[in-house]
C-alpha cells in the first residue's frame, strides 16, 4: 500500500471485513487499509478523529508487519523451516501483495524484523531445522549423505552445520534403510539382476558408489 502524503486526515468510517476482528478504515471518504481490532483499541482510533500522515504511516506499517507474522507463523505450523525458507516465503507473499518483483520483495525491511522476531522467541532456528530434516530424511525416503547436503544447502544451511551433522550419521546405515523394503522381492531373482537393480536404486538416492559397494558385499557374503 502506498504510503498516505496528506499531512492530516479525518476518520470517517470503520467497517467490518469478513474476517473476525479485522476492519477497514477510511480516511475523508476514501478507504487507506484494514486494521485489527488490537490496532484499532491501541491507537484509540474512532469516527470523526483527526490523525496525523506520521501515525497513519506508522499503524499501517504495523499492520504489514502483524499480517507478515501471522503469515510466517501459519507457515510453520506445517512444518519446520529454515530461514531461508520463511525469507523467501515472506518475500513471495509481499511481492503479490505489492505487484513488485521476487527479487524487489526480498529486499524488504520487513523480512529480517520478522526473522528477527521468529529467532528470538525460539519459532526459527536452522540448526534444529537442519537436524529435524537429516532425521526426518533417515526415516521417510532415505537418501546419501551428498544428497541430504545438497538439499540443505538449497535451504540456506551453513556448510559448518551440515558437515557436523555428516559426521555424526552413517550413510551405510542410511542405505539400508533405504533398500530394507525392497531386499525380499529382489533377492528372489538372479543375482545379476539383483545386483543391477540394487546399485541403480542407491545411485539414484546419492548414495555413494562405495557405500552401496560395501552394502552389497554384506549382504550378499553366503551366497
Known sequence: MPQISKAFLR????TPQKKKDRFNIFLDDKFAFGANL?????NNLKVGMLISVDKVNK????EKSTKLLDLAMRYLSYRPRSVKEVENYLASKIAKSEQIKFREAKESRQIP???????????????QFAKWFFTSRAKSNPKGLAYVKMELKLKGISDDTIQGLAVRSSELELAKIAVVKKLKHWQTQPLIDFKKKFYSYLLTRGFSYDTIRELFANLTKNV
Do not use: C, M, P, S
Open 38 to 42: 488490537e490496532t484499532i483499541v491501541e
Open 59 to 62: 499503524i499501517i506499517g504495523q
Open 113 to 127: 524484523i520478522i526473522v528477527e522476531k521468529l529467532k528470538r522467541y525460539k519459532y526459527l532456528n536452522d540448526r
Open 11 to 14: 476518520i470517517t468510517a470503520i
